[in-house]
């Protein structure tokens, strides 16, 4: 395989593993997936790299976890920077957005974000409990944000080296497995924490350039040409945003009969835009009569069996 990315790993995720040591890492180079996220909105560019870098994480995230459903990962922030959100399926499809106030030019990581918090969300999607964790916002990068929270809150050491322009979004993860009673160690010079701490420094001599750049072969080679890596097939990665015109019109349910009467006094249509996608959805008077008729005669409780 050749040391430069090409085209069949443009939109991918792989896994890999240290053969003798307990460590576990995985690479992201979101390309066509990425410029679809941003192409929706005019993002600042400092909040649109932030976007991408948790665009990346998240697929990477979502992996570590072997998802069965949905994956947030939110920072939210208190400073001109108000959300940033990132969702990935199982299947690896993702979307994100974002809020922001006024321009954000200036300020350090630490000031557009302010004195905020950082959720995670997993929805089985299965009918079973969402798990969520939330925590302040610890670090002056999303890649620091998010090690803090794996290690603190997940009692996981986690490294993540993020890379994100208007064109790509790129990381690579290294994770120390929790329980090495199944792997091998006895033929290795090195203790496993040793192999760990000389993986995350080499790792550390990424440049930006190699993470959009190369092969994930070409980047273990790179860096890892001394270990014995396993590498994993491929999995794709593509945008995909799940809004319908069922759930806004669900969404307009939810506010009430005599809310959206309110509103039509003054339009003669309620339009609502996807955050995510921006796709636009229109409802005149006549969808919304039809909905809360729908609903009298067919009320969501009955209409399961
Ligand atoms: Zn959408």
């Not at 980047?219 to 990665?237: C, G, N, P, W």
């Amino acid at each position: 395989m050749n040391d430069i990315l090409n085209t069949s790993e443009a939109d991918s995720l792989h896994r890999f593993m240290f053969e003798h040591a307990p460590i576990r890492g995985e690479l992201v180079h979101l390309d066509t997936s990425w410029r679809s996220v941003i192409e929706r909105h005019d993002y600042p560019e400092t909040l649109r790299n932030m976007m991408g870098e948790l665009s990346a994480a998240a697929v990477l995230f979502a992996a570590t976890l072997k998802l069965k459903g949905s994956l947030v990962l939110q920072i939210m922030g208190k400073g001109a920077i108000k959300l940033l959100v990132v969702e990935c399926k199982r299947d690896m499809q993702l979307r994100a957005t974002a809020k922001w106030s006024g321009d954000l030019a200036q300020g350090s990581f630490a000031e557009l974000v302010g004195d905020g918090q950082f959720a995670i969300t997993l929805d089985p999607k299965d009918g079973g409990q969402p798990y969520q964790g939330i925590v302040g916002l610890e670090g002056s990068s999303v890649a620091e944000i998010l090690q803090n929270y794996m290690s603190h809150s997940e009692q996981l050491e986690t490294r993540l080296w993020l890379v994100a322009d208007g064109q790509y979004a790129a990381g690579m993860l290294l994770q120390k497995m929790p329980d090495s009673a199944n792997h091998d160690t006895d033929h290795t010079a090195d203790e496993p924490d040793d192999t760990w701490q000389r993986a995350s420094i080499l790792a550390d001599t990424l440049k930006p350039d190699e993470l959009f750049s190369l092969s994930a072969q070409g980047l273990l080679k790179r860096l890892y040409h001394e270990d014995d890596i396993r590498l994993f097939d491929a999995q794709t990665v593509t945008f995909h945003c799940s809004c319908s015109r069922d759930n806004v019109a669900m969404m307009l349910k939810m506010l009430g009969h005599e809310e959206v009467e309110s509103i039509l006094q003054e339009r003669d249509s309620i339009e609502v835009f996807c955050e995510f996608c921006n796709q636009r959805y229109e409802f005149d008077k006549v969808d919304t009569s039809m909905m809360f008729i729908d609903s009298v005669i067919l009320p969501p409780s009955e209409s399961r069996h």
